[in-house]
């Protein structure tokens, strides 16, 4: 058995949560109403979803907490080894009971107003899970539970030893599942309560799984001997060149280039000083700051140098293979028939979406090709896009490979046009990552907040309109209960004749109008690698990604 530092680590966090949890149910259970100071001891949330949830909690807490305890001092007679066979199925089942119920509450409510008790249930009931089904792999060491240990722990304690059921093997992805579920469904309960031991246990697994496992434990996606060198660190000076160590980059393939017709002002990058005053001194008053392309803006970001986004293996090795699960858009646009949503791998959307030359298998590289040569509706794969999704609060190992821009910290004006569409103040910059293959397409659309918008890997082609023209931009109303007046029911790619997915019908007069939305004023660029966007709030912009392409917006105001 492996004797490892990060698998003991991992072990007594798990064992810390497990007691942590029991210890909030007990409080809850039997809560106390004396005060302290002159204030009253603080409920926890969990009462709100009832006291026999709360009981049924608190006793897969002690369950899992018991089996750590034991696991660490099991020549104690009054610890029980750890269940297997149909008592283990039994303590998952339960758990999974819990889930399920508090996930059922997420449709009651909009997530807004969902009370925090069903997000803590949801996310204590992952953690539960997540810490009991470890003891069953190979990932906490010498802590680990195995057939013959638990035969003689039975036959010690003098029950009979007859068959013992061995535990099913645990896929390394079903666990790391586990935990990403409770990030993208529950929020893991906030940033002060689930977020913080997720990211300090998922970090600990993935060292104690380099260790145990190095390359063997990888897909075949992953593997890359003598380039990427786990064991010793992704950041070490081996003297090794980035193509060397990481293999080969992503396609830069461009099935579709639009042409630049009226070209966004573009710059060198400026200091925070010249920036602000880019936003204080417009040339036109009443429409404010207009959009502006940043070059080299970002050329220290370690994901443009050291920890390369634009290798597959590296953002492989910072997803657990590519096992992390992440919600994707399919479909071309989020306002076409058909569109929809689903969590994959992040491996799968790697191989299956973003760039098929990846895969192993030969006929998914050749229809790939040929997808290129004649990308017709027909042959074409679906498009997966990884859009507007807070990836880096839930892989900070990524998050570090970026800064937020300086320009984030200066003072832009309020809406040009519109007060309503001020909010309130941000404390900090809201993050979030744009991935896909060549086509992905955001519609013609507005945000309520500047935006910097960092090109890291590909490029990608961007129409801005004015908010002076919003009258002209035929915004959409409610659909289905969703308000969409801050998307226009005009498709640039059809306009323009770059696309031909047929309109719904309500879209039809809009459409053949399209010569008069032709003179609607724009400018347009193409974002390089190290290049950022400014736009303005209350700009109306269309994005389109023209080979494989990363980019991290930064809304501010």
């Not at 997808?371 to 880096?392: D, E, G, N």
């Not at 879209?507 to 660029?525: G, I, M, R």
Request: charged share 20%.
């Amino acid at each position: 058995m492996v004797t490892s530092s990060h698998a003991d680590e991992l072990h007594d966090v798990c064992a810390q949560a497990a007691r942590g949890i029991h210890d909030e149910c007990a409080s809850v259970l039997a809560p106390r109403s004396q005060e302290i100071g002159n204030k009253e001891e603080a409920v926890s949330p969990l009462a709100g979803c009832g006291l026999a949830l709360v009981d049924l909690l608190s006793r897969q807490a002690a369950q899992v907490h018991s089996c750590y305890r034991a696991s660490t001092t099991g020549d104690e007679p009054t610890l029980s080894p750890p269940p297997v066979g149909q008592a283990q199925a039994l303590v998952l089942k339960r758990l999974d009971d819990l889930i399920s119920i508090a996930y059922a509450k997420f449709y009651a409510f909009l997530f807004k107003d969902l009370p925090v008790c069903w997000r803590q249930l949801y996310t204590d009931a992952s953690i539960l899970k997540f810490c009991f089904t470890l003891l069953y792999t190979p990932y906490v060491g010498r802590h680990t539970y195995h057939l013959r240990d638990l035969r003689e722990s039975r036959s010690s304690s003098g029950h009979k030893p007859s068959v013992v059921l061995s535990p099913p093997p645990c896929d390394l992805g079903e666990l790391v599942k586990i935990l990403d579920l409770a990030i993208i469904l529950a929020g893991a309960a906030g940033e002060q309560r689930g977020r913080r031991w997720i990211d300090q246990a998922l970090g600990e697994l993935q060292r104690a799984w380099v260790e145990v496992d190095g390359e063997n434990g990888l897909p075949l996606i992953d593997r890359s001997p003598k380039r990427l060198k786990l064991s010793t660190g992704l950041n070490s000076h081996d003297g090794l060149g980035l193509e060397e160590r990481y293999g080969t980059t992503f396609a830069t393939h461009e099935p579709f280039t639009p042409p630049v017709k009226h070209p966004t002002k573009t710059v060198d990058a400026l200091s925070m000083q010249q920036f602000q005053v880019h936003m204080d001194r417009p040339q036109d008053p009443k429409l404010g700051p207009e959009p502006l392309v940043l070059r080299r803006a970002i050329e220290e970001w370690p994901a443009l140098s050291t920890c390369p986004w634009r290798f597959p293996s590296y953002l492989l090795s910072r997803t657990f293979g590519g096992r992390r699960l992440v919600p994707v858009e399919i479909g071309r646009s989020y306002v076409d028939e058909g569109w929809g949503q689903k969590l994959i791998r992040f491996g799968e959307l790697l191989e299956n979406y973003i760039d098929p030359s990846l895969s192993k298998d030969k006929a998914k590289v050749e229809s790939a090709d040929e997808s290129r040569k004649s990308p017709s509706a027909a042959t074409a794969p679906p498009v997966a896009y990884l859009a507007q999704h807070p990836l880096f609060s839930q892989l900070p190992a990524l998050r570090s490979d970026i800064l937020i821009p300086d320009y984030c910290y200066t003072s832009p004006p309020l809406h040009p046009a519109d007060p309503n569409m001020d909010q309130p103040e941000l404390d900090e910059p809201l993050l979030n990552a744009w991935f896909g293959p060549p086509g992905t397409i955001t519609p013609l659309h507005t945000d309520p907040y500047h935006n910097i918008l960092a090109q890291v890997v590909g490029r990608k082609y961007v129409r801005l309109y004015s908010p002076l023209e919003t009258h002209r931009m035929h915004a959409r109303g409610k659909e289905d209960g969703v308000d969409m007046g801050n998307t226009s029911l005009v498709d640039v790619g059809i306009v323009e004749g770059w696309d031909d997915t047929p309109v719904q019908d309500e879209e039809t007069k809009v459409q053949q109008n399209s010569a008069a939305f032709k003179d609607v004023p724009y400018v347009d660029c193409i974002l390089e690698p190290g290049d950022v966007l400014y736009i303005p709030i209350g700009w109306w912009h269309y994005v389109r990604g023209l080979s494989v392409s990363f980019s991290v917006s930064f809304w501010w105001n």
